[in-house]
Every structure is written in C-alpha cells, then in structure tokens.
C-alpha cells in the first residue's frame, strides 16, 4: 500500500502570509495527487489535481508543485476564509485511493 | 451541476447492516466515464475510501473493508447504495458519496451523513 504523510499536521499562520504544506508518498507516484480543502462540518472540497493543475473556480493564492514522492501545496497569502484542514490524495495505484492524514489550518 | 445526497438511517446497532443511499441529481449516472464512490470520516479524524461502482456494475473495494462491504447501482433511480455488514462502534462515523473521473479525484461530494453504531 502507498502511504501518504503530510506536515504538519497543524500550522497557525497571519493573515497575508504564504502558507506551504508537504505531502511525502512512500512510493513514486509520478503527478497523481490531488488536493482538498474541508471546512468544519463540511464535505471536502477539490482544489488541485494532478499535483499542480487549479481547479475551475478556485482562487489563484492556491498551487501545488511536486512529482514523484514529494509534494507541495501552497497558500501564497492567507485569507481568513481559508482556515480549514487540507488533505493530499493519491490515485497511483488504482482502484485503491489513499489520503493524508491532513493538516489543519489556523489563524493566528 | 451534478449533486450528491446521501440517505440511510443515523443510528445503527452493533452486528447489524449499515446501509446508505447516494441520490444523483443535475446529470444521469450513466452518463460520462464516471466511478462512483464511498468514503467515510470518523469524527476528528482523516478520510478513508471504502469503495466504487462504475455505472457497468463493476465493483473495487479497499482491501481493509471488502468483506464486509457491498456497493450497488441503481440506474433507473439514479442512486447507488454501499451495504457494510457486522458493524461496530469503529465504523461510527460521516459518510460522504463522491464521483470521480477514471483519473482519479472525487468531485463533486455529497454533504455526508454521520452514521453512529451503538445499542
């Protein structure tokens, strides 16, 4: 099984600041990793897939970079509406999909 | 758009069958190259894939839950359903139905229903 560790698993951060999360697979996965965002009590939300492609409708501060095992996701200038918990997902070896264990956001 | 509704009961008793609905509107489920899919959230916890249909009725399920799980699809009614036997306090948690692409992210998602095993 593929296992996907992110950190941190918290970060507290201002408002404006640029915010990077790192998601680590235990296997090349070459570019099939995806990003969420959840808010409290919510379902989760697609932001980006294939590592760095922006999902439609989704504010520009949000990007993601990495091939590989390494990944990385990045808030290039934090706004309140962003806090939430933010999850990688793999699809390298379907049918099995595999998510991070998240990384929640705060404001500091 | 397409949305996604889940349905099935909240409380649920230990070694009995959990079982949920996702109502598919906006768009056929058979339209499209599409799979269809479970996921479950325990509380303050992370997400796990529980498993998909395609709409041709071919089934992958995760390897920790496949013998406890059955999904099935419903094209006249636009629904797919997951069936997970032998619960226990463990399988507590929100259930979301999501849709993904043969590539594989899930978008859209439905809300979630939480789902609490107890007597």
């Known amino acids: 099984d593929i296992q996907m560790t992110q950190s941190p698993s918290s970060l507290s951060a201002s408002v404006g600041d640029r915010v990077t999360i790192t998601c680590q697979a235990s296997q090349d996965i070459s570019n099939y990793l995806n990003w969420y965002q959840q808010k409290p009590g919510k379902a989760p939300k697609l932001l980006i897939y294939d590592a760095s492609n922006l999902e439609t409708g989704v504010p520009s501060r949000f990007s993601g970079s990495g091939s590989g095992t390494d990944f990385t996701f990045t808030i290039s200038s934090l706004q309140p509406e962003d806090i939430a918990t933010y999850y990688c997902q793999q699809y390298d070896n379907l049918p099995m999909y595999t998510f991070g264990q998240g990384t929640k956001l705060e404001i500091k | 758009q397409v949305q996604l509704q889940e349905s099935g009961p909240g409380l649920v008793k230990p070694s009995q069958t959990l079982s949920l609905t996702c109502t598919v509107s906006?768009?056929?489920?058979?339209?499209?190259?599409?799979?269809w899919s479970w996921i479950r959230q325990p509380a303050g916890k992370g997400l796990e894939w529980i498993g998909r249909?395609?709409?041709?009725?071919?089934?992958n399920y995760n390897p920790s839950l496949k013998s406890r799980v059955t999904i099935s699809v419903d094209t006249s009614k636009n629904q797919f359903s997951l069936k997970l036997s032998s619960v226990t306090a463990a399988d507590t948690a929100v259930y979301y139905c999501a849709r993904a692409p043969l590539a594989g992210w899930f978008d859209p998602w439905g809300q979630g229903t939480l789902v609490t095993v107890s007597s």
């Open positions: 249909i395609y709409t041709s009725g071919s089934t």
């Open positions: 906006g768009g056929s489920i058979s339209s499209g190259s599409y799979y």
